[in-house]
């Protein structure tokens, strides 16, 4: 594995590319091909599988609960609450839905989905007495922009947060401006939703990657996972529900691309020179 191939999360070594599953369960692939996609990417390393409540209604948290059952000790497992189910009354309830759907008795991660006038305080308690209680090992937050982030470590116990999961990918650089190095220089992971681009993104399509990737021998989506985790503190969640995408994209952890290609790559997508809102899906 190449240098920019692992990065840590809370004490563990992952691989920087992982599994998402937004649609998942939700019949864009049958059941079968779903699951053996799942197998497929936990055999070759690919250990880590992110979820949420909010997709496909638990229907993903269902599927991902029947593919790791007997391999759930291969599985860096992450999960994420609704804002409005983040609180003292619903939390816990909430977490052991997820936890009965996903047929564990642990979550290795849990993220705050999303900031919605959320007391970060109370969520902040919340989380760290479910780990206390042995329900989750670390905790996380997702779409949080950088005055969240500033906000979430002036409470106490804020700074336990392990990641922040946020859209990015090529054509989405906006993190690149201040919220990712402030996130780097705290040791808090981020996890890169979409790092293809997202529904609609023609970003497969363009001559560019397409030329590059032929170069390289790796498919399109490989070399723009690729460029995704080439720095270290970035895990990208690709969603794929078949073996033959997981084949393709587990290639990106082993290709370095050159400077040069990189600079040729993002000439019409150049880093961000101020600071930039947020992107969310």
């Known amino acids: ?15 920087s590319l992982g599994m998402g599953s937004w649609r998942l369960g939700q019949g864009r692939y049958s059941e079968q ?4 996609a799942l197998h497929r990417g936990l055999d070759l390393g690919l250990r880590v599988i992110d979820t949420a ?27 994420k609450v609704y804002p409005w189910n983040a609180t003292e009354r619903q939390l816990e309830a909430s977490l052991d839905a997820s936890l009965n759907r996903l047929r564990t008795d642990n979550l290795d991660l849990y993220l705050l989905h999303w900031q919605s006038g959320n007391d970060l305080q109370e969520v902040v308690n919340l989380l760290e007495a ?34 922040n999961q946020v859209f990015y990918n090529l054509a989405g650089r906006g993190i690149e401006y201040d919220l990712a190095p402030w ?24 001559d560019e990657v397409k030329t590059l990737a032929a170069n390289y021998q790796v498919t399109p989506a490989a070399l723009l996972l690729a460029w995704v985790i080439r720095q ?38 150049p880093a961000p020179e101020t600071a930039e809102p947020l992107e969310i899906r």
């Open 1 to 15: 594995m190449t240098h920019h191939s692992t990065l840590q999360i809370a004490g563990h070594t992952l691989p």
């Open 33 to 36: 091909q779903e699951i053996a």
């Open 53 to 79: 409540e909010m997709y496909g209604d638990g229907k993903s948290e269902t599927l991902i609960g029947k593919a790791i059952e007997d391999r759930r000790d291969q599985t860096y497992l992450v999960s």
């Open 130 to 163: 479910m780990k206390k209680k042995g329900k989750i090992n670390a905790w996380g937050v997702s779409n949080f922009d950088l005055p969240a982030m500033q906000s979430l470590l002036q409470v106490e116990g804020g700074e336990h947060c392990a990641v």
């Open 183 to 206: 996130c780097a220089e705290r040791s808090i992971a981020m996890m890169a939703y979409c790092p293809l681009g997202g529904a609609g993104s023609h970003l497969l399509d363009l």
């Open 232 to 269: 270290n503190n970035i895990l990208a969640i690709p969603e794929s529900g078949n073996i033959q995408h997981v084949d393709d994209n587990v290639q990106a952890l082993q290709l370095e691309i050159s400077e040069q290609d990189c600079a040729q790559l993002t000439r019409y997508y």
